[in-house]
Every structure is written in C-alpha cells, then in structure tokens.
C-alpha cells in the first residue's frame, strides 16, 4: 500500500508538472492573440491615410494578422498531447523550430555504468509555440523534430528515452501515461532520476532487474510489438495477443505510425473500431490527438452508424440470433415487406384524356412483384415502380393504338405522363404505396411479431421470431440492432435529394471578401467534423477485440474499408460470439482476396503470475491446448476465494468484499457480473465512490484495474455458449488484486474455491 501511495505521488506530481507547462504555454498563446489583435488595429488605422501604399499595406497587414489570429483562437485548447525525453545528440545544431536537429545520440550520451543525462525536452502539440526567447514551448506535431515521437521504438529508440502521452481537457491536464523506449537505461533528468508512470513504469523495474531473465522478456516483449508497429500497412495485419499482451496499445502505436509515415496515402482516413464505449474512452486516452483534420475516428460497435448510439445489450439468446448470418435473408424480406402495411391504397384512380383510368389490387400486386424482381435497394426502385403504373394506366387508356406516327404517339405519351403524374391522386397514391423507406422504420416493423414471423419464415424458428420482436419493441437501439439498422440503410439505399439552395449572403455583394475577411474561412477543426460526418469509406481500419465481432458486425465494419488496409487485432481464445467459424467468414468476405500477415504477442506484463495461472484453468476448459501467455512478474498475492453461504446476503457480500479491494489498492476497482445483473450491482455499490464500477462480463473486454472482484462464475460461464471464454476474460482484467466470489451455483469447496477454478 505504501509503494502504491508512492506511486499515485509521483503521478499527481507529474501531472502537476505537466500542468505547469500547460499554463506558461497557456500565457504565451495569449500574448500572441494580443499581438495579432494589436497588428489588426494597426492596420485599420493605417487605412485612414488614404494612399494606395498605404490602404495595400493595410489590406496585406489585415490578411495575415486576421489568419494568424484565426488559427490562435481556434487552435487555443486541446492541443498539446505528447512529450518526448531525449538523449544529448551528435552535435549541437538547432533548426528553426528551436530544437535540436540529431536524430542519433551522442557518442558519450550513455555512460559505460548504463546511466545517462536527458539533454532535451519537447512537448508536442497542433500548433508550434516558442516563448519570448524563442525556445520551443510546444512542437508543431508536423514538424521534423516532432518525428521522434511517432517513429521511436523500443528497438530503434534514436536519442528517444521517454515518450509521454498527455491527456488534458482545455486547460486542465487529466492524467499522463509513458512509454520507455529504453528500459535498461537509467536516466536523470535535472539531477533527479526520469520518473516514469504507467505501463512504463513496469517496463522500467524489468529493465532494470538484477535477472538478465528478466531483461530478456523485456527485450521480446519490445522486439514482438516493434515488428507489429512498424509492420508494413498493405494488405492486412493479424496481431494476436492473450490477455495482457499489450494489443490495443500496439494497434495505437501502429494507427500514429502509419499515419506519420505516409499522411498522403491515409489522407483517407483511419478508423478505429472498438467493441464497447468504455473502451472507446480508454483508447481515446492512450492514442494522441493527430486528427485535427479529421484522419482518425474512434467509434465503438454501437456508435458506428450516423444517428445511432447503442450501449444496451440484448439477451444471449436473441444477440446470438440477431448477429446471425441467417439474419440476411430477413431483413432482405423485411425491406422489400415494409412497403406494405395496414395503410397501403388498394386502389389507383386518375382522371386522363376525360376518362377514369383504375388500376385494382391484383394488378397493382403484378407491378409491385415485376418492380421487386430487380436488385436494386428498394427506395432505388421508386422511379421503376412509377414508369410501370404509368405504363399500365396508359394500356387502360386506349391511347396506345390511336397514332401510327411515332413521334405523334410519342408526344401522346409525353403529355399522358405528365398530365397524370402531375395529379394529386397519384402522386398520393406513389407516397403512399411506395413509400421511401428509413432503416429505423422496417426495425420498427419487425417489431411486430406476426410480420416478422411472414418475414423469417424457414429461417427462424417460432421462439426466436417471438424474442427479437419482443426485443425490437423496447425502447432505444441494442449493439446488434445497430448493425441491423447499417443492413438496412444498404438494402433500402438513400433516395436522391434535391440539391438545397444556397441562402442568399448580402455580404458576397462585397469584392475581395477572402482576402479582407479571412475569419470567415473553415476553420480545421470544422474541417475535421465536416470529414468525419462526410466519410463513410476509410484509408486504413484497426479492430480492435477483433474475436467478438458478429458475422454482420464484420459486414458493418467492412463496408467502411472496402478499398483499406487493415489491423485486425484479437485473441480467440477471448471470443464471446458462440460460432467463431461462422464470424471468420463473414470477416473473410469482409477482407476479400487481401494477402494476410500475421503476429503473435506473447507476454502477458498485465497480470500478475498468480492471477495469469487461476485463469490458465479456465482457458483449458474453454479452448484446450490453446497456450496462455507468459506472466513476467509475481507478487506473492494470491487471488482471495469467498463463498456466499445459505443465509447471507449477496448484495451485502459483493458490497463489503468490494470495499476490501478498494482499502487495499489506491487505484479503481472492477466488480464484474454476469449482463442481466449489471442494473443491480451498480446499487450494491452505489455510495462507494468513482474508484469502483460494476460491469456486465461483455463490458469488461479490453479494460483492466488495480483490483476486480468476479461474481459467480458459474452464472457468467452459464450465460451464453461462449460463457468459458467470457471468464477467462473477467479473470484476467487486474493488475494487483483479484477477489471470486461464489454462490451455490458455482459449488465451492471449503475454502470458497468454485468449481470451475479448482484443480
């Protein structure tokens, strides 16, 4: 507990010192706004001279002061996200950023006893900033000094010791995570030795240990990732990990990577695909802002689709259904069934050549089932469905055979088509009988249960029909709904629109409004929302918890890269989807005929070996022969088994086991549960604090704490048919502490151990 005080001091320190830096750059940025505004006055008075020099001077001087302080004010917070720590380089040459140009470390940069001076400091961020003297506050993250922290790694570190990611909102700096790029090293940085927090702090005791064994597994550990990052980008990359491993990380390090090596080719932008929004939050902290022109986008699963936010799950049984390949030939059916409901006319009248034209249902059930047998997305076929009722009016009219003349017959037909589609009624009757359909309005229809069973015939079985309607009534949108939703938005298509006239703007009377006026010109970071809201296809795509994508997840997510290079990042033995055959083909198909190359991380610095072997056992019921990865620490700590007995109180247990966990660890504290528990749990824990949070086993991927506490492992084995590995997952998310708690369910033995830990 007290190397634990210790390190959260040296974290709120750090943090402190970062935020330090932060004001001063901060103080600067507004003195540069002054100076802009100052030189914008300046220039304005300079007009009142009246000179052609003078009002020429005036307009240059407004030109660029105007930019410079349009780019101040909306380039003012949020920018500064990296800092780099580096060795004394070859020589002493600054460039015109004010730092040091050497890439390689000085000769005598390292000492013969392995330690070393830290010679420079930058911080990078959106935008260069140099203080009065003209030394560098801030790094533009485009500059080549920049470069260090995109391309260093652990195996060709440069002049690079500590790279420092910076997580801030507007002025306030929220936390701070470090990668060392050399372990073994021990630096000094003002005469003190380097600090380092995070997973780098790890990296920095291996390192450092008396073991040469341990060095040694921090050398593969460094080795492996380094041939993942800098992997190259065509084709796809296959990067399997167990727990621990370090894959989400990687994947980042490989998003920066690629995007500094080649800007222009992921002009197109990067997307990052995670599976839950908890996770999104964490990648969002571990990958540095590069997009402040919108080339990276973090969605989760259920935020994939413009419009739709999903962080509900659905019940084992209806998910499995739902992300069912089977699902296809449904919602193929329910697109082409929605243009029928209990308000669609069966009746067309129009008056033409002074004659009443009908077209009955029979024959209007004829054009429908004629316009339906193309493949066209079903809004696409509206202007089919209007020629062929066009078509047959003109057959009842009888004017078909009036003119042998060609052209006489075909300006009959001209003005018959205009007169009629022209009429209330029928354009009436087109709205109401081929109505242009939304993707939420066929769900909606689904959720009736008599339809959908019409729709799912000889594909879903009663019960299944019953559980997704009922599922689709509820309100809000599911994970899997979300997915359902993208299938239908390609199978229904998007009816063109009219181009929006452009409002009428007094101000573009006025000459020479771009060079006097450039506030008014986008702005990057409106750029980069404009792309982003733009963009539906994608230059590159990372996965990340690859194994729990379902087969029309995959297709969800391969429409977004269909002409990309991919990350696919994931560990099977980790999967939650109950047919793994049947989402790799659906994931094949997403990748077409791409060439694949794939690595594997083996060395779990997460878990401490006593954790990393209790969740052996349930890997080897979940997947047998499948290898866990290797533990590199051990903290003597065992995991702690408690067996809720006959008479106690669950929600008592799970409450003071959890406040045990947090008296023992300084950081956060994951409760897991099995899903359908997830809304109760949060009660037990309410009043504890934001150190803790109750999470449903689905939720827990991808994420760790200083302590978790499991419940009932029997009821999360149990929930669905990839329970096992949903688990094994739940015991391995700590870093230091781990508590099981049994109910009868689970059988524990005397000492509380559950049936599927024991021996």
């Known amino acids: 507990m007290a190397a634990q005080e210790a390190v959260d001091t040296v974290r709120d320190r750090e943090i402190g010192i970062e935020q330090e830096h932060l004001d001063q750059v901060y103080r600067r940025l507004e003195e540069k706004i002054h100076e802009a505004e100052f030189l914008m006055n300046d220039a304005a008075r300079k007009g009142h001279v009246g000179t052609p020099g003078a009002l020429a001077e ?77 030394s560098p506050l801030v790094i533009d993250w485009r500059a080549p000094a920049a470069a260090p922290f995109y391309r260093s790694t652990p195996v060709e570190p440069g002049r690079v010791v500590r790279r420092r990611v910076i997580r801030s909102k507007g002025r306030r700096v929220l936390g701070v995570e470090d990668d060392l790029m050399r372990p ?46 800098r992997a190259p980008a065509a084709s796809v990359t296959y990067v399997e990990g167990g727990p621990g491993t370090g894959k989400t990380a990687v994947a980042l390090h490989r998003a920066a990577y690629l995007l500094y090596q080649d800007r222009r080719r992921y002009a197109g932008g990067i997307l990052i695909v995670s599976p839950t929004p908890l996770l999104v939050s964490y990648t969002e902290g571990v990958l540095p802002s590069l997009g402040e022109e919108g080339q990276v986008a973090i ?62 249902e029979a024959e209007l059930r004829r054009i429908r089932q004629n316009v339906l047998s193309g493949t066209a997305p079903v809004n696409l076929l509206r202007p089919r469905a209007r020629r062929l009722l066009l078509d047959a009016l003109y057959a009842r009219s009888g004017a078909a055979g009036r003119h042998s003349d060609p052209e006489l017959a075909a300006e009959l037909r001209s003005s018959f088509d205009e007169d009629v589609s022209t009429e209330d009624s029928f354009t009436g009757f087109l709205d109401a009988w081929w ?7 066929v769900l909606d229809a689904m959720a009736d249960e008599k339809r959908l069973g019409r729709w799912a015939r000889r594909v879903l079985n009663p019960g299944e029909v019953r559980r997704v309607a009922r599922s689709l009534r509820r309100p809000g949108l599911s994970v899997h709904d979300v997915a359902l939703l993208d299938e239908l938005h390609t199978l229904l298509g998007a009816p063109a629109r009219p181009k929006r006239k452009r409002e009428y703007d007094p101000l573009d009377q006025l000459t020479g409004l771009e060079e006097l006026m450039p506030v008014r010109e986008e702005t990057q970071r409106e750029r980069a929302e404009r792309l982003a809201a733009e963009r539906t296809e994608y230059a590159h795509v990372i996965v990340d918890e690859a194994q729990d994508l379902t087969p029309l997840q995959w297709r969800m997510v391969g429409r977004r890269g269909r002409h990309a290079t991919w990350t696919i990042v994931g560990d099977p033995a980790q999967s939650s989807w109950s047919d793994p055959d049947e989402a790799a083909a659906a994931r094949d198909e997403a990748l077409g005929s791409r060439p694949r190359r794939r690595f594997e991380l083996t060395v779990n610095y997460r878990n401490p070996a006593e954790i990393a072997e209790l969740a052996a056992k349930v890997l080897a019921l979940a997947m047998p022969g499948k290898e866990a990865p290797r533990a590199v620490r051990s903290t003597g700590v065992e995991p702690r088994f408690v067996a809720v007995g006959k008479g106690d109180d669950l929600a008592g247990t799970v409450r003071s086991e959890a406040e045990r966990l947090l008296a023992g660890v300084e950081g956060t504290v994951g409760v897991v549960v099995a899903m359908d528990r997830r809304a109760e749990a949060a009660r037990w824990l309410d009043g504890l604090g934001d150190r803790v949070v109750a999470l449903g086993s689905l939720e827990a991927k991808g994420l760790e704490y200083d302590a978790t506490l499991v419940v009932s492992p029997a009821e999360i084995a149990d929930e669905s048919p990839a329970g096992l590995r949903v688990l094994y997952v739940a015991l391995t998310r700590s870093t230091q502490a781990l508590t099981v708690l049994s109910g009868a369910r689970d059988l524990p033995d005397e000492a509380g151990v559950p049936d599927l830990l024991r021996d």
């Open 58 to 134: 005036r307009d240059a001087q407004v030109f660029r002061a105007g930019i410079h302080l349009n780019r101040l004010n909306n380039e003012f917070e949020d920018f500064l996200f990296g800092r780099i720590d580096l060795l004394y380089g070859k020589d002493g040459v600054k460039g015109p950023d004010g730092a040091y140009t050497s890439v390689e470390p000085a000769d005598d940069a390292i000492r013969p006893d392995n330690t070393a001076d830290i010679g420079e400091t930058l911080h990078i961020g959106r935008i260069g900033v140099l203080d009065a003297d003209y």
């Open 184 to 229: 073994e090293l021990k630096a000094t940085l003002g005469g003190a030795d380097l600090p380092v927090i995070g997973d780098g702090a790890l990296m920095a005791a291996l390192g450092q240990a008396r073991s040469h064994s341990m060095r040694d597994i921090v050398a593969s550990i460094q080795a492996e990732q380094d041939l993942v990052i």
């Open 299 to 360: 969605r989760a699963l259920g935020n994939l689709v413009d419009g739709a936010e999903a962080d509900a799950y659905d019940e084992p049984a209806v998910s499995r259904v739902k992300g069912s390949s089977r699902m296809l030939a449904v919602l193929r059916k329910a697109a082409r069934g929605a243009l029928e409901g209990p308000d669609t006319p069966k009746l067309l009248r129009v008056v033409a050549f002074g004659r009443r034209l009908e077209l009955e």
């Open 435 to 441: 109505p242009e359909l939304a993707p939420r309005q």
